[in-house]
């Protein structure tokens, strides 16, 4: 650009030169120029396009230039030029000389005009420059502008969503609060229905016991009036064996006779066994053998423990039944052992009722048969226990009755001592004999059935010697085990138990 622009103003300079100076020859074109070239000399300036030529002006050679041109042509043709004619031509000369130069200053001045525009236009660039930059600049402000609004934008909404967050917190704390309460009013609401259930349950029980209880009085009134009626016919029996002491009192004096007349015989026959057979023998042993219980056993002289015959009741068939005749005095009559397990004590009514086992192992000498033997006279009953540890006591009742099968083997005791715990384990009130097919026990439940064998359940009571064996170290915490309360406590099943009876008065 600026090589250009001092171009051009190097052009401006040599044309004021040339105008400056006095010009001649303006033309200098076509086959002329050729001519003047021999005789002036030319400039010529090329710019871009354009191509500028300046001639400077020789008087001399003007003269013969201008003949062939214009006035030349007449001046040659009349005459030569003389001294009058020559200032008017000159003025002429001046004249047109004067009209070019103030062509060339037009052309000068157009020239110097489009330079102008040109400059003008480069000026309206640099304006336009200028505004742009301004433009540029109000922009950038305006950019710097909105950017600062975009970020106090930012920290409105930074605020915003820290606020909105913090009551989102707010409302997820307070439902989980609600979620709580929820939680613990269903909690309160399931204890509430669990007390409900409690206080229902002990409703049913207090009704049991309140039952259980009308039942126990109705069978002491019961036993009262049996008592009465015991009474009664003993005093009634008492007058009888009175009367009776009297008449044999009178007849003893007979009954010396008879004796004597007895002997007589018996020395007779005697005398005849010496001389007879031992089946005579035989049949006397045999019926001398006929014993009610082992009591009577062991009052005939045989006093070893071991299996003997018993006739009970109107029985025609002998009873196989142990007889200890060790054990505080011998003569018990044994109708329960378990000793190892040996025999399955889960069997039904019928089975406990006519007995089952082995007499010399663990045997169960049926319902029936205690019954008939007690129903003869008064018992007594004796329970021999061990635990797995080598204690070994027992319970004592004076008193021991089983009722009849109608009564359901009914238990009747009375007068409880012994080492096997201070109370007895066994309900002494009349309670009935139960089992799996039989339930006459005083519980909703089935006691037979919760705590397996036959046995007097009360609801469920305190003992059941006919339970389950459990071997040791499978014998503690079993409820259905053999179970003797107040020896060994609930859950504890012992080793072995015997359950024998003989006459109070032995
Ligand atoms: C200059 O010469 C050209 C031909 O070369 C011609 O056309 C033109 O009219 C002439 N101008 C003057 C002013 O003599
Ligand atoms: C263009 O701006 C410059 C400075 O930025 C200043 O000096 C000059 O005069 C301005 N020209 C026009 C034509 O505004
Ligand atoms: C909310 O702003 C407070 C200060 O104004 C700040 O302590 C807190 O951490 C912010 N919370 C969040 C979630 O940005
Ligand atoms: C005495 O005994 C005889 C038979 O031994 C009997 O017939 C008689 O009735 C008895 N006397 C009395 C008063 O019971
Ligand atoms: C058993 O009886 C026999 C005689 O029959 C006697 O010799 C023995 O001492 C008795 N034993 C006991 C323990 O009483
Ligand atoms: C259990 O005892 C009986 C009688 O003593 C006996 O015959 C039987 O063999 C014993 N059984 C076991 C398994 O010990
Ligand atoms: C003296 C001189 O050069 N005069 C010229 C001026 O210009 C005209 C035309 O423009 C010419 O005819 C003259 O010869």
Redesign the pocket.
């Known amino acids: 650009m600026r090589l250009v622009a001092h171009r051009q103003w190097l052009a401006l300079l040599l044309l004021l030169s040339e105008v400056s100076a006095p010009v001649c020859c303006g033309n200098g074109s076509g086959q002329r120029r050729g001519q003047g070239e021999r005789r002036r000399k030319l400039h010529r300036v090329q710019h871009g396009q354009c191509s500028y030529t300046f001639i400077l002006p020789e008087m001399d050679s003007c003269r013969t230039r201008m003949d062939p041109y214009k006035g030349g042509k007449v001046v040659q043709r009349d005459a030569p030029p003389g001294e009058g004619e020559w200032p008017t031509q000159r003025l002429q000369h001046l004249e047109t000389a004067m009209e070019n130069n103030t062509q060339w200053l037009q052309k000068l001045e157009t020239y110097i005009q489009e330079n102008m525009k040109s400059k003008v236009v480069h000026t309206q660039a640099n304006v336009v420059h200028n505004q742009t930059a301004t433009m540029l600049e109000i922009g950038t402000n305006l950019l710097t502008q909105t950017a600062e609004q975009t970020k106090k934008l930012n920290v409105v909404e930074a605020k915003v969503m820290n606020q909105t967050s913090r009551l989102e917190i707010q409302l997820l704390e307070h439902s989980l609060s609600t979620n709580k309460l929820e939680k613990e009013l269903l909690l309160q609401i399931t204890e509430i229905s669990k007390l409900r259930e409690k206080n229902s349950r002990l409703e049913s029980k207090v009704l049991v016991l309140e039952t259980q209880q009308r039942t126990e009085l109705e069978d002491i009134r019961e036993e009262k009036e049996r008592l009465q009626d015991l009474v009664g016919r003993q005093s009634a029996a008492i007058t009888a064996l009175e009367r009776q002491l ?3 009192s ?2 003893s004096s ?2 010396q006779k ?1 004796q004597q007349q007895l002997m007589k015989s018996i020395h007779a026959l005697i005398s005849l066994v010496s001389a007879g057979t031992g089946k005579h023998e035989c049949v006397q042993t045999h019926i001398e053998r006929k014993f009610r219980d082992c009591a009577e056993a062991y009052r005939s002289g045989l006093n070893t423990s071991g299996v003997y015959h018993i006739y009970v009741g109107d029985m025609m068939e002998p009873t196989k039944v142990f007889c200890d005749m060790e054990t505080s005095g011998g003569g018990w009559t044994v109708f329960q052992r378990r000793i190892n397990g040996t025999v399955d004590f889960q069997r039904s009514w019928k089975e406990y009722k006519m007995g089952f086992g082995d007499p010399d192992g663990e045997h169960w000498v049926g319902n029936e048969v205690v019954h008939l033997i007690t129903r003869q006279t008064q018992y007594s009953l004796r329970v021999e226990l061990k635990d797995w540890e080598g204690n070994a006591p027992y319970s004592l009742y004076d008193t021991f009755q089983l009722a009849n099968e109608k009564q359901q083997y009914r238990l009747l005791l009375r007068g409880y001592s012994g080492t096997a715990g201070q109370q007895s384990s066994l309900a002494s009130h009349g309670t009935s004999f139960s089992t799996r097919d039989s339930d006459n026990d005083n519980c909703l439940c089935k006691c037979a059935l919760m705590l397996t064998g036959g046995w007097w359940f009360d609801a469920c009571g305190l003992s059941n010697l006919n339970g389950m064996y459990y071997t040791v170290g499978h014998n503690i915490r079993k409820l259905n085990g053999i179970k003797w309360h107040h020896f060994r406590g609930p859950s504890y099943s012992l080793k072995s138990t015997t359950m024998m009876i003989r006459p109070t008065d032995f």
């Open positions: 009297r008449t044999a009178s007849n007979a009954l008879q």
